[in-house]
């Protein structure tokens, strides 16, 4: 069973530093992809960092060189450390667990394809508040 606990968030000035850190179980990190996704208001879930299989991840076009994802196994947790972080990185992120491949990149983010086979899970949301 997968299983997903988010922590962090909270509110900081633009071009602050914050961290996020979601908890897995072993069964998660054996059988599934790993990564964070944020939603504002009105808009859609977009994925800005993926751990896959890479040692350095795979990220959103527009928090390349602020966002870093990683993952350690042996504390079974998925963090994402944001630097620079600007007023349009406002949004609820989430901590996500899903079949390795179901995500593909467009547009200078990544989504999910929505195959009725991948398996998603998201974890509850943090919100990350960026003000000036």
């Known amino acids: 069973q997968v299983q997903l606990v988010e922590s962090g968030g909270g509110s900081v000035e633009s071009g602050g530093s914050m961290s996020l850190s979601c908890t897995f179980n072993?069964?998660?990190?054996?059988?599934?992809?790993l990564g964070w996704f944020r939603q504002a208001p009105q808009k859609r879930r977009e994925g800005v960092a993926l751990?896959?299989?890479?040692?350095?991840?795979r990220y959103a076009d527009s928090v390349k060189g602020r966002f870093t994802i990683s993952q350690d196994n042996s504390k079974n947790t998925l963090y994402l450390q944001m630097n620079s972080l600007k007023l349009e990185d406002t949004a609820t992120y989430y901590c996500?667990?899903?079949?390795?491949?179901?995500?593909?990149?467009?547009?200078?983010?990544?989504?999910?394809?929505?195959?009725?086979?991948?398996?998603?899970?998201w974890g509850q949301g943090t919100q990350v508040t960026v003000s000036s």
């Open positions: 751990a896959d299989d890479s040692s350095t991840g």
């Open positions: 072993s069964y998660t990190s054996r059988n599934y992809c």
């Open positions: 996500v667990a899903y079949t390795c491949g179901a995500a593909y990149y467009s547009s200078g983010y990544y989504y999910m394809r929505g195959d009725m086979t991948d398996f998603v899970q």
